[in-house]
């Protein structure tokens, strides 16, 4: 049951990575707006050190992710408010076949994300929710 709130909230909330190549661009001097748009929808992944490995599938309305480690999968609704800031909706948990349960009031997550560093084949993301005060970095990675 702890693990499973644990796993959760590390989905909601991402992990603090560093980037380890240089920035092919940084956001304040992106002049085209197709960087950007590479990331709106396909298929990415971001490591969580705690709980490992967790899967993004992005459409241009939907993302899911998939929990590795408990094969748990939660579906957000995606609005994209700017080329690069979306907002993340709690929809439903769409599998869960080791039946674990949600941290409290996960139902109610919604996460404003913002793309501040493009790399090659990842990007920083800077992410609040209303479920918390934290500002988190995570590193988002295409699935090759």
């Given at each position: ?28 001097f ?49 609005d994209?408010t ?22 409290e ?9 913002t ?18 005060d ?11």
């Amino acid at each position: 049951m702890r693990y499973a709130a644990i796993a959760l909230l590390a989905l909601f909330y991402g992990c603090s990575e560093k980037p380890k190549k240089e920035p092919i661009k940084e956001l304040e001097f992106v002049i085209s707006e197709k960087p950007f748009k590479d990331w709106h929808t396909g298929k990415f992944y971001y490591k969580e050190p705690k709980i490992g490995t967790f899967l993004v599938n992005r459409t241009d309305s939907i993302q899911e992710e998939f929990i590795k480690s408990t094969g748990m999968i939660v579906e957000f609704d995606i609005d994209w408010t700017t080329d690069s800031t979306y907002t993340l909706t709690f929809v439903k948990i769409a599998e869960n076949p080791k039946n674990k349960s949600i941290a409290e009031g996960a139902e109610r997550m919604v996460k404003q994300c913002t793309i501040t560093q493009l790399y090659e084949l990842s990007y920083v993301e800077k992410s609040t929710s209303n479920l918390s005060d934290y500002v988190i970095f995570t590193t988002i990675h295409r699935n090759k």
